[in-house]
Structures are given as C-alpha cells and as structure tokens.
C-alpha cells in the first residue's frame, strides 16, 4: 500500500507562484511513475504533469507546458509541481497520484494511488 499526502496549496494573486509537494510512503517509490492531475469547481478531473519512474522524463498538458515543472527526489519520496505564472484558471484541487509502473500514463485511470488533494486558489 501507498500513502500519498500533498501539501503546498494556498491562495495566490494571478502571475504568482506555488510549489506543491507529494509526500509517499512505499518502498518502491523510485519505480512509481508519479503525476498531478486537477479538478476545478465543476470540471472533471484532468491530467497536469508526470514524472516517469525510470529515467525522469515528464509529461504535461498542453494547458500548463511552459509555466509548471515536476521534479522528483527520490532520496526523500516526494515529487514536486513548481507552478509559476498562475492564472484564475488554474484554480483547483490538486491531486497526487502513483502509477505502480515505470511509464507516464495521462488518464486518471491508469494511477493505483491518490492523495486528498490540496486546494490551489488564483485571484484575478
């Protein structure tokens, strides 16, 4: 079984900044592929970013490429989302997920584990 705990959320003005971080437990961790995934109010749950498990590549929508950064430290079990240059849409919880394989999958389908999310607010 896999822990996942996510902190990091809060309340920023648009163009700011937030660092999420993913705190899991498991002894294979550095084989998970990890990912964030967001639901806004009213929206279905949609993928953010991944990390693989294997050589570090990542992954993310179209939406948020060139603004958001995930990273992993495997030394620690946490993997990150740098978020810079926020906007109100970005509003959302978000979500940490684990993959027990080594490859990024984007739906939310392929992930075996979830954290309780963290709220990201972005005022206009």
């Known amino acids: 079984q896999v822990q996942l705990v996510e902190s990091g959320g809060g309340l920023v003005q648009a163009g700011g900044s937030l660092r999420l971080s993913c705190a899991a437990s498991g002894r294979a961790f550095r084989r998970y592929a990890m990912a964030w995934f967001r639901q806004g109010p009213g929206k279905e749950r949609e993928f953010v970013a991944a990390?693989?498990?294997?050589?570090?590549?990542?992954y993310y929508a179209d939406s948020v490429k060139g603004r958001f950064t995930i990273s992993r430290d495997n030394a620690k079990n946490t993997v990150y989302l740098q978020m810079n240059s926020l906007k109100p849409e970005d509003t959302a919880v978000y979500y940490c997920a684990a993959r027990t394989m080594l490859s990024v999958r984007v739906g939310a389908d392929k992930y075996d584990y979830w954290g309780q999310g963290t709220q990201v607010t972005v005022s206009s």
């Open positions: 990390i693989s498990g294997s050589d570090d590549r990542t």
